[in-house]
């Protein structure tokens, strides 16, 4: 592969999915991110769990993501998580294993599934005959093990990381590579900022369509909440879009006001959009103590994913063997192509079309396009990869009623693209466009709005039956496991496409090609080199390969290295 597959240093400007928060916080008063009874600011809280199995929940949303940085002039840190010590010496008074010994085994953990209250059955009652309850075990919390914290707590990475990834190490590499995000967010759960000046700052977002909500084709102006925060990484936490801001009126007791940061501009100022509630009450002359919540259901969903891959069907789109294809050297020709093609697209999606079940095929180049704004109303896949990728929907989609494909991208926008494309030729009824339950309803292009059932102001997920008439299913990574959830087992999609992943982490990839795919699915995975994901905190987990793509590895070994044509194609 040479060069291809090389990389710059990691950007902080993908968008990344994200959403809801579990990590504790200065304010004792303040409402959990679950709390049935937050006020409009906070952008709906996830429900309980209905009683999911153990490899099930989640449902997060998309969003953009920055580094934080700023000047310190309007506010100081009351709050500092401690430094490292150096390695050697104990964080704290609990002696904590040695990196020089064997990988520290997982079974150190805590309570492994956050229990659920559940009605018992009928028949079961107390003496008084009233309801009786019982503890069910719930969700999985991929809790921290003490071991491997000791060693993150002194930036030590366990010994795993220094082992080459390989099947009998994925799980402990990756979940590893998780636990040092996860001690990130513990890590600066604490911080807190007193008495900062909040400025109001009234944005255009977008202009809505001719057949918007508002009837106009002005610009959607918002109203945000700006702050600055200390631009040295040590002293702050690195924040992402969607990650949660509590504030609370420096002089009072009262409730803090719950926002989502909306996005950094020029590395200094951090937007957070608060709701009406805050604005009511704000005044300029009023100081804020602010604190942080951060975005855990990715992480968890990520460690789903990672166990779900131990399946032996799996194995074969981790780790790729070179296996003949017969078939593909004459694949069929295509008839009356919707996009104009050249001889080298053409030719990648008769592959496409020919080829079933593992090893992925991989195609390489730009999805939208490379210049592309952060969003433009009506747009549609001008980059050859995304027209590409569009064929190749609509030729399956037309070779077989029985074909049922699942896209899924990083972020929102590259799935509302790629659905605005494929309507132009797949009838609306025969598409679902997945969205996480609290995505917010205003960022969902009003012409995409008609095919994402909304109840109760959430995003809904049809009944399993629905969801299996569905030819096409488009989703982010993370909230295909919405999918899951619902019913959809592996197997029932003949083809996956995973687009753009080189712009996100392997395990996020993972949570669809884990839970979707088994030996006769055909999966497709797009990338273009040097994209990166660019959420990752924690220095560990970027210094030993979180921030390197299921597409980048992919690149680097067996066909596709030395650009086999039957497996790979460069557009």
Not at 95 to 116: H, L, N
Not at 240 to 267: C, H, N, W
Not at 501 to 515: D, W
């Amino acid at each position: 592969m040479g060069g291809l597959f090389s990389s710059p240093d990691q950007s902080s400007s993908q968008l990344p999915p994200a959403f809801s928060s579990n990590s504790s916080n200065p304010f004792s008063s303040r409402p959990s991110a679950s709390s049935s009874n937050l006020s409009r600011s906070s952008s709906k809280p996830p429900p309980l769990s209905p009683s999911p199995s153990p490899s099930s929940l989640k449902t997060p949303v998309d969003s953009s993501a920055s580094y934080i940085s700023a000047s310190s002039s309007s506010s100081s840190t009351a709050y500092k998580p401690p430094q490292s010590s150096p390695s050697g010496v104990p964080y704290s008074s609990k002696p904590s294993p040695s990196s020089s010994g064997p990988f520290p085994s997982f079974t150190k953990q805590p309570p492994a599934f956050k229990p659920i209250l559940h009605t018992a059955p009928n028949e079961v009652t107390n003496e008084e005959g009233k309801t009786t309850y019982a503890w069910e075990k719930g969700e999985p919390i991929y809790a921290i093990p003490e071991d491997i914290k000791g060693l993150v707590k002194r930036d030590i990475a366990p010994q795993v990381l220094k082992q080459p990834l390989s099947p009998s190490t994925y799980k402990a590499y990756f979940a590893a590579l998780l636990y040092a995000e996860d001690y990130y967010l513990e890590k600066w759960s604490n911080f807190l900022l007193v008495k900062v000046t909040l400025k109001l700052e009234e944005a255009a977002l977008h202009k809505k369509s001719k057949k918007s909500k508002k009837g106009s084709g002005e610009e959607d102006d918002k109203i945000f909440v700006e702050f600055e925060i200390d631009s040295i990484p040590e002293k702050r936490p690195f924040l992402l879009s969607r990650d949660m801001v509590y504030a609370r009126p420096s002089d009072k007791t009262v409730e803090p006001f719950q926002g989502f940061i909306y996005r950094v501009v020029k590395s200094k100022r951090v937007l957070v959009e608060f709701g009406d509630d805050f604005l009511s009450q704000h005044h300029p002359n009023r100081k804020y103590d602010i604190s942080f919540s951060f975005n855990r259901v990715c992480l968890k969903r990520a460690h789903q994913a990672i166990e779900a891959a131990l399946d032996p069907s799996s194995h074969n789109f981790l780790f790729p063997e070179c296996v003949p294809r017969k078939n593909i050297l004459n694949p069929p020709a295509l008839l009356n192509t919707y996009y104009k093609l050249d001889t080298n697209e053409s030719n990648a999606v008769r592959r496409i079309l020919s080829f079933q079940g593992s090893p992925p095929y991989l195609l390489v180049g730009p999805l939208i396009g490379t210049n592309a704004p952060r969003y433009v109303p009506e747009q549609k896949v001008s980059a050859r990869t995304g027209v590409v990728v569009c064929e190749a929907v609509i030729e399956i989609y037309k070779t077989s009623q029985e074909n049922r494909i699942l896209i899924c991208a990083p972020i929102n926008r590259t799935c509302d693209v790629l659905m605005r494309s494929l309507r132009e030729v797949i009838p609306e009824s025969d598409m679902f466009r997945a969205n996480a339950a609290f995505r917010e309803i205003d960022e969902v292009p009003i012409d995409i709005l008609r095919s994402c059932p909304v109840k109760d102001e959430c995003f809904a997920c049809p009944p399993l039956q629905k969801l299996r008439e569905f030819k096409i299913i488009l989703s982010t990574f993370v909230s295909s496991f919405r999918l899951h959830n619902q019913g959809i087992a592996a197997g029932h999609f003949s083809h996956i496409f995973l687009v753009d992943a080189s712009s996100t982490t392997e395990p996020e990839a993972t949570i669809a090609l884990a839970n979707f795919a088994n030996e006769n699915t055909s999966v497709i995975v797009t990338g273009a080199p040097g994209n990166h994901s660019g959420w990752i905190r924690s220095d560990i987990a970027r210094k030993y390969g979180l921030g390197k793509s299921y597409f980048e590895r992919l690149g680097e070994v067996g066909p596709y290295r030395i650009l086999n044509p039957m497996f790979i194609t460069e557009l």
